[in-house]
């Protein structure tokens, strides 16, 4: 009997393919930004107020993409709040910088950082880390989910709030222990029919 071989998983050749596709789709992208942010957009507001973002709040953002959430984020937390936008494709991030630039907010920065590598960060230097869907495209998302607990510090005023989608995760201020797949939280939980209602509206558009 022959034994049928399965190919192995190659997280790096992953993470260069992705990275490489969304350079090419950035122009696309950000031209479909303004349907998902008004998609999405009460499930993000949800993922904020979870995560208390507010004025002066520092907020890191991991797979922010185009950032039109960022965007959103940095007009919350106002002149004397900081929002770090990240992600693996720069062309994603040169039309965020492009777009905060245009409305005028200066409190948002962007930086190319794998989302499964952000010791590169000072630890403790955010008091919330937040992301929209972007979950789904970290090979190890339990390494990942391990920076995210890292970069707020135990005092921060936030909790730590990892994607307004199917797999929301909301990780308390001090939680050492991410749990990774746990898709029953508070945050599935408040912003699923949400979603859910933006799906319905959207496909009655069509």
């Known amino acids: 009997m022959s034994t049928v071989l399965q190919p192995s998983f190659d997280a790096a050749a992953f993470k260069v393919t992705t990275r490489a596709q969304w350079q090419a789709a950035a122009d696309a992208w950000h031209r ?3 349907f998902v942010g008004n998609w999405l957009g009460e499930a993000t507001e949800v993922m904020f107020d979870l995560a208390r973002i507010g004025p002066g709040c520092r907020v890191l953002d991991i ?3 185009a950032g039109e959430q960022s965007i959103s984020a940095a007009r919350r937390v106002g002149t004397k709040g900081h929002v770090l936008a990240t992600d693996i494709a720069p062309a994603l991030l040169e039309r965020a910088a492009a777009d905060a630039r ?19 960060l000072p630890a403790a230097s955010f008091d919330a880390a937040i992301s929209r869907v972007g979950l789904i ?5 339990q390494r990942a989910l391990a920076g995210i607990c890292r970069a707020p510090g135990r005092q921060s005023r936030g909790h730590r709030l990892f994607d307004a989608g199917k797999q929301s995760l909301l990780l308390d201020s001090g939680q050492d222990h991410p749990r990774a797949g746990t898709t029953a939280s508070t945050a599935a939980r408040t912003a699923g ?3 859910a209602r933006r799906g319905r509206r959207a496909r009655s558009d069509v």
């Open 193 to 195: 029919p949400v979603l």
């Open 102 to 120: 245009k409305a005028g907010l200066s409190n948002l920065e962007t930086r190319e950082i794998d989302g499964e590598a952000l010791d590169a």
């Open 32 to 34: 479909w930004g303004p």
């Open 137 to 141: 495209y970290f090979p190890d998302q």
């Open 63 to 65: 797979a922010a993409g």
